[in-house]
C-alpha cells in the first residue's frame, strides 16, 4: 500500500472532519490530531485554516468530479448513456455509507452570508458539471444542450437535497425519468 504524503493525509483528514460538522465547527488542533502529522507539519502545507479550508475543497472538487466521469465512462458507452446512467451513479452514491450530503453544497450553504472564496469553487464544480453535460448533449444530439445542461444541474441538485434531507434516494430515479422527457422534447 502506497504511503500518503503528509499534505493529502491532512486533506482528507480536513475533509471528513467538515463534512460531518461543518467549517466553523472544526479546529486545527482536531485535523492535526486526526491526520497524525505534526504541528509544524501542518503550518508548513496551511498557514491558516481558511487555505486549509479552500485547500480541503480543492481536493475535494478534483476527486469528486475525476469519480464522477471516470465511472460514467466505465458504465456507458454514448453520451446519451452516459447522461442517463449518471442518475444511477448518483443513486449509488446516496446509498453509500460515505454519502453525507453533497460537500459543495453543505460549504456554500455555511459560507452563504460571507465572501469566501470557496463559493468560487462551489460555482466552480457545478460549471465544470454543466460544460461536461453540455458536452455529452451536444453529441448525443439533445435539443437546446446548453438549456439542457442547466435543467440537468437543476435534477441533480433536488436528487441530492432529496436524499441529504429526506433521507431518500429515489429523488435520483424521478430525476432520471425528467430527464427522460427533457432529452426527448423538441
Not at 452514491?93 to 459543495?104: I, R, T
Not at 453544497?105 to 460555482?123: F, R
Request: aromatic fraction near 12%; proline fraction near 4%; charged fraction near 25%.
Amino acid at each position: 500500500m502506497k504511503k500518503r504524503e503528509p499534505r493529502d493525509k491532512i486533506l482528507i483528514a480536513a475533509a471528513e472532519l467538515f463534512e460531518c460538522k461543518g467549517f466553523n465547527q472544526v479546529s486545527i488542533n482536531e485535523v492535526i490530531a486526526n491526520s497524525d502529522v505534526a504541528r509544524r507539519t501542518f503550518y508548513r502545507y496551511f498557514p491558516s485554516k481558511d487555505e486549509l479550508i479552500i485547500e480541503v475543497m480543492r481536493f475535494q472538487a478534483k476527486r469528486w468530479l475525476k469519480w464522477f466521469e471516470e465511472t460514467l465512462d466505465q458504465r456507458a458507452s454514448s453520451p446519451r448513456e452516459k447522461i442517463l446512467t449518471s442518475f444511477d451513479v448518483l443513486r449509488e452514491w446516496y446509498v453509500s455509507p460515505d454519502f453525507k450530503g453533497c460537500p459543495f453544497i453543505k460549504a456554500a450553504v455555511e459560507l452563504a452570508n460571507t465572501s469566501h472564496s470557496v463559493k468560487q469553487i462551489c460555482a466552480t464544480v457545478r460549471q465544470s458539471m454543466r460544460t461536461y453535460i453540455f458536452k455529452l448533449a451536444l453529441e448525443a444530439g439533445i435539443p437546446k444542450p446548453e438549456v439542457f445542461s442547466q435543467q440537468y444541474l437543476l435534477l441533480v441538485s433536488g436528487s441530492i437535497l432529496m436524499a441529504s434531507i429526506e433521507g431518500n434516494p429515489e429523488g435520483a430515479e424521478y430525476a432520471r425519468e425528467t430527464l427522460v422527457a427533457f432529452m426527448n422534447a423538441e
